[in-house]
């Protein structure tokens, strides 16, 4: 083995280490779920991202659609639907627990200039979730 060739085969296998260490710690960190429990944190934390803080969506590398003054949520388990399974270029967030989608679906339909009646539950949620394969039934858009 030559010399260039001994030293391109340690930095690809320096690489290697670096890519597993920095993988190994992005499972440590999304393993154990979203720590967020109220709809306010969940919001800032997961959703503004896209969304915006003051949920009008934005338009650039893609389209993220507004959430303030959607008329899509007033139907109460759309958003739901939405978070469980994901919209487009929206991915599911089906890792977050049914009370975390509860408060953020909650928190979502009554700020941001909305205020739809009726609440979700924890429970509205759980039944909501997929039983089998049943999953793209509920795949909204």
């Given at each position: 083995?030559?010399?260039?060739?001994q030293a391109a085969t340690l930095r690809w296998i320096a690489g290697g280490i670096a890519l597993t260490a920095a993988m190994t710690?992005?499972?440590a960190q999304?393993?154990?779920g979203y720590h967020e429990q109220t709809g306010q944190e969940l919001y800032s934390h997961?959703?503004?991202?896209?969304h915006m803080a003051d949920a009008k969506g934005a338009i650039g590398a893609g389209a993220y659609p507004a959430l303030a003054g959607d008329p899509?949520?007033?139907a109460r388990m759309y958003p739901v639907v939405v978070?469980?399974?994901g919209q487009k270029a929206m991915p599911a967030f089906a890792d977050l627990t049914d009370a975390q989608i509860a408060e953020v679906t909650n928190y979502v339909r009554s700020h941001f200039g909305n205020s739809f009646p009726g609440t979700v539950s924890?429970?509205?949620?759980k039944a909501m979730r997929p039983q089998g394969g049943a999953h793209d039934a509920l795949?909204?858009?």
């Open positions: 083995m030559t010399r260039i060739s710690g992005a499972v999304f393993g154990a997961i959703c503004q991202g896209c899509k949520l007033a978070i469980l399974r924890a429970d509205d949620v795949r909204p858009g």
